[in-house]
């Protein structure tokens, strides 16, 4: 059974960092993809970035050059770590790994959760 566990957001001023942990059980790197969602008001689950199994990563526009993702196998952890924060990057960030993908993205229909962490960035 997956397992994943959030952990690392909290409030933040426009342009400051923010890292997001994700401990990861009952899957591992190799098994599929693992990626980070972000949902806001109205606006549902979408996804933020998708580290594929060989490694390929894909990004959505609006957060290239400020957000990276990375894994520490050994730890079975991955990480987002999210530089020079906008108000518009507020919201619930969730861990997802699966099996499958859609337009680079893991597919959110066929994925496991975590409990989501909530990143708020304002003035």
């Known amino acids: 059974q997956v397992h994943l566990e959030e952990s690392g957001g909290g409030s933040v001023q426009p342009g400051g960092s923010l890292r997001l942990s994700c401990a990861v059980s009952?899957?591992?790197?190799?098994?599929?993809?693992m990626g980070w969602f972000r949902q806001t008001p109205g606006k549902g689950r979408e996804p933020i970035v998708t580290?594929?199994?060989?490694?390929?990563?894909t990004y959505v526009d609006s957060v290239k050059g400020r957000f990276t993702i990375s894994q520490d196998n050994a730890k079975k952890t991955v990480y987002l770590q999210m530089n020079g924060l906008k108000p518009e990057d507020t919201g619930m960030y969730y861990c997802?790994?699966?099996?499958?993908?859609?337009?680079?993205?893991?597919?959110?229909?066929?994925?496991?959760w975590g409990q989501g962490t909530q990143v708020t960035v304002s003035s």
């Open positions: 997802a790994a699966g099996f499958g993908r859609i337009s680079g993205y893991c597919d959110a229909a066929t994925s496991s």
């Open positions: 009952g899957f591992t790197a190799s098994d599929g993809c």
């Open positions: 580290i594929a199994k060989d490694g390929d990563t």
